[in-house]
């Protein structure tokens, strides 16, 4: 289904050479195709997760689990595109958290079909991105509350079936869609009505200047152009300036090439917390002292990124391996009256590989107290990090 390179090569010119004409007029429309090479199954790919059902055919395989997917070179472009001023907006039917992973700009961003790592505050709004996936869909109470607010309680972004389009999150990408001189739909089959319609805002002829009701904008009355990067050919080809079918990440490194824009590297940053009590024994004797990793965002919650813990507490010769969540110490000391009430416990924190690497096991102290009841501590890590230079060939 791919194009010719030369012809990939030729087209990718083209759509460079919009992107600079267009000033920053630009939004961008990603679907699944996107997130394909991060190892997350498609839809409506020849071994996308519907065609295959509809042939009988088990469910794709995934290379990776959704909390450790890794965002593909196409976002982390998309980051530079942004910041660069290229693109103006991104509007995504995808719900893998992976743009707002990549660190683009969350004002910039329209999440159409919601987000599974993300719930919301019913009260304020406020989002909280989690490392971890919600349990549930269609804006159902996520059990957790808001810390700001006093009876903010969270719920889940993502739609269900008949649940309609975020109304701020549409209108947003309504209004800089129509007004865009360039409209990018990337690796997206732009069958998932409504959101499929607002790449064409822009292609259609507008008779008179409009006033943009909320922000009393002028919109432009010249029709935008629409360009389609898809390896699939799309029901909506006709309509396009352009049509590119090869991989997003192949078309996309050559755009950032064109212009000199980097494609920035991907960082990721976890947090954890670490807590411990101490309880005096029945006995008397002495106490127990337990020792918990934690996953800082809900004390119920698994840690998906961390896949060991090596421990040594104060003056012990060896390092216990915790390696089954949720990560436990513990130890009884006899209290024999001359036992030291300060403790420093030794960790070693090992990340789960994110399908190719993980960054090297990181080691912290912390500091616990026999004396007191207990306390806690939140440590904060670089789990992953790749760069996109070597494929990115000026
Ligand atoms: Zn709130």
């Not at 919301?120 to 109470?141: I, P």
Request: hydrophobic share 35%; glycine share 6%; charged share 30%.
């Amino acid at each position: 289904m791919e194009e010719e390179e030369h012809v990939v090569d030729a087209k990718a010119t083209v759509l460079a050479n919009l992107l600079s004409s267009a000033r920053g007029r630009c939004v961008v429309h990603t679907g699944a195709g996107i997130s394909r090479d991060a190892g997350i199954p498609d839809f409506r790919g020849p071994n996308g997760a519907w065609t295959r059902r509809a042939s009988g055919l088990p469910a794709p395989e995934c290379e990776t689990t959704m909390a450790l997917a890794t965002p593909t070179l196409s976002h982390m472009a998309l980051v530079g595109l942004v910041r660069e001023g290229y693109v103006n907006r991104v509007v995504s039917c995808n719900v893998d958290c992976l743009h707002v992973r990549s660190g683009l700009d969350r004002e910039r961003l329209s999440e159409l079909h919601g987000n599974c790592f993300a719930e919301s505050c019913e009260n304020c709004a406020r989002e909280y991105v989690r490392d971890f996936e919600m349990k549930t869909v269609g804006f159902k109470l996520t059990g957790r509350a808001c810390e700001d607010c006093v009876d903010g309680r969270l719920r889940d972004k993502v739609l269900d079936w008949d649940d309609p389009l975020p109304k701020k999150e549409l209108s947003l990408a309504e209004r800089d869609s129509a007004s865009a001189a360039l409209n990018l739909a990337l690796g997206s089959s732009l069958q998932i009505k409504p959101s499929c319609d607002i790449p064409f805002k822009t292609t259609r002829k507008r008779r008179r200047r409009k006033r943009d009701e909320e922000t009393n904008d002028a919109v432009d009355d010249a029709p935008g152009k629409l360009v389609i990067v898809n390896l699939q050919p799309t029901c909506k080809d006709a309509r396009a300036y352009c049509v590119i079918n090869a991989k997003c990440d192949a078309v996309m490194s050559l755009v950032c090439a064109r212009l000199g824009v980097r494609v920035p590297d991907f960082v990721r940053h976890d947090v954890l917390r670490v807590s411990h009590t101490c309880k005096a024994s029945p006995s008397g004797t002495g106490f127990t002292f337990t020792l918990r990793v934690r996953n800082a965002h809900d004390d119920r919650e698994s840690i998906p990124w961390l896949s060991r813990v090596e421990a040594r507490v104060g003056s012990e010769t060896t390092f216990a391996t915790l390696d089954r969540q949720p990560f436990t110490l513990k130890r009884t000391i006899r209290d024999d009256g001359d036992v030291e009430t300060k403790v420093e416990v030794e960790l070693t924190f090992y990340f789960q590989r994110a399908r190719d690497a993980a960054s090297p096991p990181a080691r912290r102290v912390y500091d616990a107290s026999y004396a007191n009841g207990g306390t806690s501590n939140r440590y904060s890590f670089e789990t992953y990090r790749k760069s996109y230079a070597e494929a990115h060939s000026p």
